[in-house]
């Protein structure tokens, strides 16, 4: 089986994906909330369209957002520092070769 994977960063895929999360936020993510202290992994996080919606709404969980596309982790950096959020950390690796290790609490 290939390797290769469709989403790379694109502007257009941006805003898709971003339009695609406003639809389904209600849907899937209306009753998410993490309790404190809670240590959550995004996998797969792309350009943060959902990150902004799952740091919101458990502010005092952390979430390690990650994903393999350099690209789309710092458009998920820069929504989440314009959003004000402080509970995430981005790391850029591949789902199936998870680095080990415990997140840093902030
Ligand atoms: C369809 S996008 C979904 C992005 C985001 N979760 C959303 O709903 O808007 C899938 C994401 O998975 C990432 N991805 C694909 N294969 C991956 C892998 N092996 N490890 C980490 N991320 C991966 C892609 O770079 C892409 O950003």
Redo the contacts with the bound molecule.
């Keep these: 089986m290939s390797k290769a ?1 469709v ?2 960063y694109h502007h257009r895929e941006n805003m898709r ?1 971003q339009d ?2 406003s639809t389904l936020v209600e849907l899937l993510h209306s009753d998410t909330s993490y309790p404190a202290g809670s240590l959550v992994l995004e ?5 943060g ?2 990150t902004v919606t799952l740091a919101r709404s458990s502010p005092r969980a952390l979430i390690t957002s ?4 350099r690209s ?1 982790l710092l458009e998920a950096k820069r929504k989440i520092l314009s959003a004000g959020l402080t509970n995430i950390q981005f790391q850029q ?4 070769n998870l680095p080990s290790g415990q997140p840093s609490r902030p």
């Design positions: 994977y989403h790379g994906l695609q999360a996998a797969g996080c792309g350009v369209a959902q990650i994903d393999i596309s789309s690796a591949d789902i199936s």
